[in-house]
C-alpha cells in the first residue's frame, strides 16, 4: 500500500484522478481533482449542484472543446454515486437509471478525442448495498497511437478499511503524457476528513493543481461531509 501524500508528490502532472475507498472507522472516501497546464483548462473551478458537483468555468471567452472540460464530476442517484472524468458521468447515470451496468454504459464510450494524447477517461462507482460500500473503477484508453482501437479497464472492491484506490489520466510527466497504465494504486485513507483533504491538496503539484472535492460519507444513512477547494476563488 502506498502512502497518498508521497506518491502525490512523484507526480509532476497527473491530470485528473479519482480516490474512492474506506476510512478505518467505516465511512466510505471519496476524491476528485483536476488539474491544468493550459489557460483553459486552469479557468476552471468546482461548484457544489445540490447533492452533486460541478465545474464552472471562469475565463471570458469559450473554451475549444469545451465538452471536455466542463462537466459533471459526481453524480448522485439513489444509493449510488458516480465520480468521472469527463461527460461520461451522465452516460453512466443514465445506464444505471434505465437499468444497465457501470460496464454496460462505459461500453458505449472510449477515450477522449485529443489526439496525440487520446487522454483516458477514468470513472468510479460507489454502490451501498444494506449498509455495505463496494466501488468500481475504470480507464477506458487508447489501445495504439494512432487512437483506433479502444482498451476498458474495469476493477471492483469490496470494503477495505483504511484503504482507497487511486487513478488518474497520465503518470505524472509533462513533456510526454503517458496514459495511466497497470492497476490502480492501492492507498491509505486517514479517519479525518480534513487531513485526508490536506493530504491529497498538499500532495498535487503546487504550479498545476486547479480543484479538489472530497466527500465522507456514512454508508448506513448515506448523509455525507465534504470539503471543496479552488486553487483560483
Known amino acids: ?12 502532472y497527473s491530470g ?15 476524491a476528485y481533482f483536476i488539474m491544468g497546464r493550459s489557460a483553459s483548462s486552469r479557468a476552471r473551478r468546482f461548484v457544489r449542484n445540490g447533492n452533486e458537483l460541478a465545474i464552472k468555468y471562469t475565463a471570458d ?6 465538452e471536455l472540460i466542463i462537466y459533471s464530476p459526481v453524480r448522485v442517484l439513489g444509493n449510488r454515486i458516480i465520480v468521472t472524468n469527463g ?11 434505465l437499468g444497465g451496468s457501470f460496464e ?3 461500453a458505449t464510450r472510449c477515450f477522449e478525442p485529443d489526439p496525440p494524447h487520446f487522454t483516458a477517461r477514468i470513472s468510479g462507482l460507489i454502490t451501498v448495498e444494506n449498509g455495505e460500500p463496494s466501488y468500481e473503477l475504470s480507464v ?10 479502444c482498451v476498458r479497464n474495469f476493477f471492483r472492491y469490496e470494503k477495505q478499511e483504511g484503504v482507497a484506490h487511486y487513478i488518474h489520466t497520465y503518470m505524472g510527466g509533462t513533456d510526454v503524457l503517458k496514459t495511466f497504465s497497470g492497476e490502480p ?8 476528513i480534513d487531513e485526508f483533504t490536506d493530504m491529497i491538496w498538499n500532495g498535487i503539484d503546487e504550479d498545476n493543481k486547479v480543484a479538489l472535492y472530497v466527500r465522507f460519507i456514512n454508508p448506513e444513512t448515506m448523509e455525507y461531509t465534504d470539503r471543496l477547494i479552488n486553487k483560483n476563488e
Not at 500500500?1 to 509532476?12: G, P
Not at 461527460?87 to 437509471?97: F, N, S
Open 61 to 66: 471567452k469559450d473554451p475549444d472543446h469545451a
Open 16 to 30: 485528473r484522478g479519482i480516490i474512492l475507498g474506506t476510512t478505518r472507522s467505516g465511512m466510505i472516501a471519496s
Open 87 to 97: 461527460d461520461q458521468t451522465d452516460t453512466v447515470y443514465d445506464g444505471l437509471k
Open 185 to 192: 494504486w492501492k492507498v491509505n485513507v486517514p479517519d479525518s
Open 104 to 106: 454496460s454504459a462505459l
Open 1 to 12: 500500500m502506498e502512502e497518498l501524500y508521497s506518491l502525490l508528490r512523484t507526480q509532476k
Open 140 to 149: 477506458l484508453k487508447a489501445g495504439d497511437p494512432e487512437g483506433k482501437t
